[in-house]
Nanobody, 123 residues
Framework: QVQLVESGGGLVQAGGSLRLSCAASGGTFSKYRMAWFRQAPGREREFVACISWSLSLFYYSDSVKGRFTISKDNAKNTVYLQMNSLKPEDTAVYYC????????????????WGQGTQVTVSS
C-alpha cells in the first residue's frame, strides 16, 4: 500500500513561487507514475502535471505549462512541483497521486492519493 504525504503549501503573493513535495512510502516508488492535481472550491479536481516512472515523459496542463515543473527523485521517494509566476487562479488544494500504469491526465487512473496541501495566491 502506497502512502503519500504532501507538504510545501502556503500563502504567497501573485508572481511568487512555491515548491510542493510529496513523500511516498510503501510500494516500489521508482516504478510509479506520479501526478499533481488540484481542486478549487466548487470545482472538479483538475490535472496539473504528471511524470512517468522512467522520468523521461512529462505532461502539463495548458494553464501551468511554462510556469510549473514536475520532478521525481527516486532515491528520496519524493516527487516535487516547482511553481513559479503564481497567479490567484492557481489557488487550490494540491494533491499528489501515484499509480503503476501508463502516464495519464485522468484522476480516475490513479489509485493512490495524498491528503492535499493548500496553496493560496493573493493578488
Amino acid at each position: 500500500q502506497v502512502q503519500l504525504v504532501e507538504s510545501g503549501g502556503g500563502l504567497v503573493q501573485a508572481g511568487g513561487s512555491l515548491r510542493l513535495s510529496c513523500a511516498a512510502s510503501g510500494g516500489t516508488f521508482s516504478k510509479y507514475r506520479m501526478a499533481w492535481f488540484r481542486q478549487a472550491p466548487g470545482r472538479e479536481r483538475e490535472f496539473v502535471a504528471c511524470i512517468s516512472w522512467s522520468l523521461s515523459l512529462f505532461y502539463y496542463s495548458d494553464s501551468v505549462k511554462g510556469r510549473f515543473t514536475i520532478s521525481k527523485d527516486n532515491a528520496k521517494n519524493t516527487v516535487y512541483l516547482q511553481m513559479n509566476s503564481l497567479k490567484p487562479e492557481d489557488t487550490a488544494v494540491y494533491y499528489c497521486a501515484a499509480d503503476a500504469g501508463l502516464l495519464s491526465r485522468r484522476p480516475d487512473d490513479y489509485d493512490y492519493w495524498g491528503q492535499g496541501t493548500q496553496v493560496t495566491v493573493s493578488s
